[in-house]
Structures are given as structure tokens and as C-alpha cells.
């Protein structure tokens, strides 16, 4: 079975700083799909950025990017230029290509933004 | 367009009563899956429909029942709580199945307190 894991419980930032969460995982898999989402407190979860295994070049999307490290099986989360709405949990998830498609997820890290 | 909508947003409920949660997708989409949180276990698959077929089932009990309507409507049922039902219960659509890396839109969830 496949598992994420997210070390940093919580993590803070200054505003306009940039600021890194880290994320690990576990698969036998080769092929799978990796995302973060963002818990904002109205809790609705959405999707910050996605990547595929298969492609070496790491997903970016405005001010995220990830460093996706596959021998490593490491896909950490960069956010530049942090806003005071960027503060939020921040999910971790894989998503199998075949089978069970569900989304297996990381315990979370809570970014705190001072302004 | 209307997003993922979950009814209703809070629920108390006693030990030993069920429960029922409505999850209405995004339009067009079809499937449709259920997500439970909580602060120890964090973020689980429940089960996912397409079609009013259940695809997918994750680790939980037989009290925890869900089934899917022919508008793509669907609902979960939660027999004989208990006081570890209490949780967060998301639900995500998109538009089907068919490939991992679809994006999953998600509801502000239904809020589940078992006294």
C-alpha cells in the first residue's frame, strides 16, 4: 500500500518570503500521479498543482512549484511571493494510475503567513 | 457554474442513530467520491460511484454505506454511530474515472458530531 508523509506539522512564513513544505512517499509503483491541496478554513480542498510521475520536468503553476525527485521519492511544495492567502493546511497526495484511483493523503502541514 | 455541493454542512447526532449525507456533483460530472477526516486518522477514502456503481471501496466498516443516484446525485449513510464517526466528510466529483490525473473538485464538506 502506498503511504505519504508530511514531517513539518507546521510551518510559518513572512509575507513576500518564500517558504518550502516537504513532502515524502512510499510506492512500488512507476507510474502514479502526485498533487497538493490547499484546506483553507472555509474547508473545501483544492488543487494547488499536480504532477506525473512520468515527466522529469517539475509542475508549475504562478507562484508554486514542486521539486519533484522521483528516485528520491520526494515532491516538496515551493511558494514564492507569499500572500497573507496562501495560509491554509497543505495536503500531499498520490494517486495510483490504475486500480483504486483514490487519493491517499499526507497528514498535512499548517503555513501560517505574518504579515 | 455550481460547484460541489454537500448537505447539509453540520450534523450532531447521538451514539446508535444513522445518519444520511448528500453530496450533489459539479454538473456533468458523474463520478462522484466520499472523503472522511479527522485530526488522528486524517484524510480517508470511503468509496467512489460512477454511473451508480460503486468502484471503489476503502477500509471501512459495512455501517458506512453509500450509493449514487441516476442525476449522479449521491449519498452516504453512517449506521449505529459512534463517537469515532465525528469527522469532516468530503465529497469530490469529476467528470469520470477514466484517467488518474483528472482533477477532483471537492464540497466544503458535511461537519458529523456523534454525542
Known amino acids: 500500500a502506498q503511504t505519504v508523509t508530511q514531517s513539518q506539522p507546521e510551518m510559518s512564513v513572512q509575507e513576500a518570503e518564500t517558504v518550502t513544505l516537504s513532502c515524502t512517499y512510499d510506492t512500488s509503483e512507476s507510474d502514479y500521479y502526485l498533487f497538493w491541496y490547499k484546506q483553507p478554513p472555509s474547508r473545501q480542498m483544492i488543487l494547488v498543482i499536480r504532477q506525473e510521475a512520468y515527466k522529469q520536468q517539475n509542475a508549475t503553476e504562478n507562484r508554486f512549484s514542486v521539486n519533484f525527485q522521483k528516485a528520491a521519492k520526494s515532491f516538496s511544495l515551493k511558494i514564492s511571493d507569499s500572500q497573507l492567502g496562501d495560509a491554509a493546511m497543505y495536503f500531499c497526495?498520490?494517486?495510483?494510475?490504475?486500480?483504486?484511483?483514490?487519493?491517499?493523503f499526507g497528514q498535512g502541514t499548517r503555513l501560517t503567513i505574518n504579515p | 457554474k455550481a460547484g460541489v455541493t454537500q448537505t447539509p454542512r453540520y450534523l450532531i447526532k447521538t451514539r446508535g442513530q444513522q445518519v444520511t449525507l448528500s453530496c450533489s456533483p459539479i454538473?456533468?460530472?458523474?463520478?462522484v467520491s466520499w472523503y472522511q477526516q479527522t485530526p488522528g486518522q486524517g484524510l480517508q477514502f470511503l468509496f467512489e460511484?460512477?454511473?451508480?456503481?460503486?468502484?471503489n471501496k476503502g477500509n471501512f466498516p459495512g455501517r458506512f454505506s453509500g450509493r449514487q443516484f441516476s442525476n449522479s446525485r449521491s449519498e452516504m449513510n453512517v449506521s449505529t454511530l459512534e463517537l469515532g464517526d465525528s469527522a469532516l466528510y468530503l465529497c469530490?466529483?469529476?467528470?469520470?474515472?477514466?484517467?488518474?490525473?483528472?482533477?477532483?473538485?471537492f464540497g466544503s464538506g458535511t461537519q458529523l458530531s456523534v454525542l
Open positions: 454538473s456533468g460530472h458523474r463520478s
Open positions: 469530490a466529483s469529476r467528470r469520470n474515472p477514466g484517467q488518474g490525473n483528472e482533477k477532483l473538485f
Open positions: 497526495a498520490y494517486r495510483s494510475v490504475q486500480g483504486a484511483q483514490k487519493l491517499v
Open positions: 460511484y460512477f454511473s451508480e456503481t460503486q468502484r
